[in-house]
């Protein structure tokens, strides 16, 4: 009987706070693997970025210091991740601990906004999931495959920009957009990859027809801001403001990203030019749609335009490397979770992808790119048709 009376209290206390419990396991269970992948720094095979990169230009500042390091520079990323890479050159532990740290903060904060942005979202239209687990479902994306890989075992920052872009999109939703293009700059300061979200901007700001064209300044003003350390230390400000244009140069058409450039053009630098502008036009038929098109755009759509928009990018830029698509994976798994799982099947088979040229780069092991490739350039014109459904008032959505 004592039995029965305990079962019957777990059973309530666990219908009542099922989403809190589950809540709380996943978490720990997100902490619990990056407590063990962390460590994980030396391969077997294959390239590991925080051997041949990150360790050596931490100890070059170790050597040289902080004042004498930024002078000289070192690597091909912009100041603000310098500046970090220097300051824990002066801590004594094995660097590949803060670097994982500082990116698995990210990881967090991209939950966190998954979460906000949900909430935001929610105050205009009715979600797939229910206001009492959105939690459950925001914590799921710190347990994503590609956001453990990236932050916890390749020591990555993808998550860095990518959690100050989701911030910027929050406000860019809430209709704040000082801080959304504060963020967006901050994201850019980062990491070159941010210019990903810029299309979405332009479209935005031609949809949306309610802020100033002047508040783009913000972008270029970071910019500036964020290289004034190196300056200040002695560096040239032609060398500090042109360490992107630097990280352009030898490009190939491929580089173990399965984009269409994948598909028997490997090595045509023939066409490099040309591949810069069919991204280009593909925007700009976008722009002209947008332009002429009758009615208010959603919220939720805006998010699914920006999802859109990066997947073009990875799609059709050359030199896309295999974690390029990272704030495009974590937006479209937002949409199919959150708004439009008409989509979940090609999302799922992009995640399978990503974790193939994931495994692939982190092990040295040998993949088809062909067939990859193949099956994201089917996903991306899945998720093309689907969008321009949506936005011709061909909306299908099941609720679940």
């Not at 912009?78 to 601990?97: E, R, T």
């Not at 937002?334 to 708004?339: D, E, H, M, Y």
């Amino acid at each position: 009987m004592n039995r029965k009376k305990a079962d019957s209290f777990l059973f309530a206390l666990f219908e009542k706070h099922a989403d809190i419990v589950i809540f709380t396991v996943l978490f720990l269970v997100s902490i619990y693997l990056r407590y063990r992948y962390v460590p994980l720094i030396d391969y077997r095979s294959g390239v590991s970025d925080y051997n041949y990169f990150l360790k050596p230009w931490v100890k070059f500042y170790r050597e040289t210091g902080i004042v004498e390091g930024l002078r000289e520079g070192v690597g091909n990323y912009y100041v603000p991740y310098n500046v970090f890479l220097a300051l824990i050159s002066k801590i004594d532990v094995k660097p590949y601990l803060p670097i994982a740290l500082f990116s698995i903060l990210f990881d967090y904060i991209i939950a966190l906004f998954i979460y906000k942005i949900a909430f935001e979202l929610k105050k205009s239209q009715k979600l797939l999931i229910s206001d009492k687990n959105i939690k459950c479902f925001a914590i799921l994306f710190a347990l994503l495959p590609i956001v453990i890989e990236n932050s916890s075992i390749w020591k990555q920052c993808d998550s860095i920009y990518s959690g100050f872009l989701l911030i910027a999109l929050y406000y860019f939703l809430k209709g704040k957009y000082d801080p959304a293009f504060i963020f967006t700059g901050i994201a850019f300061a980062f990491k070159l990859q941010a210019v990903f979200i810029f299309p979405f901007l332009i479209l935005f700001y031609i949809g949306k027809k309610d802020f100033s064209i002047v508040k783009f300044l913000w972008i270029p003003l970071i910019y500036l801001l964020s290289g004034l350390p190196a300056i200040l230390c002695g560096r040239s400000a032609v060398d500090t403001y042109s360490i992107y244009f630097d990280q352009t140069s030898g490009t190939h058409m491929f580089e173990n990203f399965p984009s269409i450039y994948a598909i028997g053009m490997e090595s045509d630098e023939i066409f490099f030019q040309l591949a810069l502008f069919l991204p280009i036009v593909i925007f700009l038929f976008s722009l002209l749609f947008i332009s002429q098109k009758k009615g208010v755009i959603s919220s939720s759509d805006w998010l699914y335009i920006a999802a859109w928009c990066t997947m073009t990018c990875n799609e059709f830029l050359p030199g896309m490397h295999e974690r390029y698509d990272f704030l495009a994976v974590i937006l479209l798994t937002f949409v199919a979770i959150f708004l439009h799982n008409k989509i979940l099947i090609p999302v799922i088979i992009i995640h399978l992808v990503s974790a193939c040229t994931y495994g692939s780069s982190l092990s040295g092991s040998e993949l088809n790119y062909t067939i990859l490739a193949c099956f994201y350039l089917g996903c991306y014109c899945w998720i093309s048709y689907d969008l321009y459904n949506r936005m011709t008032g061909k909306k299908q959505t099941v609720e679940i």
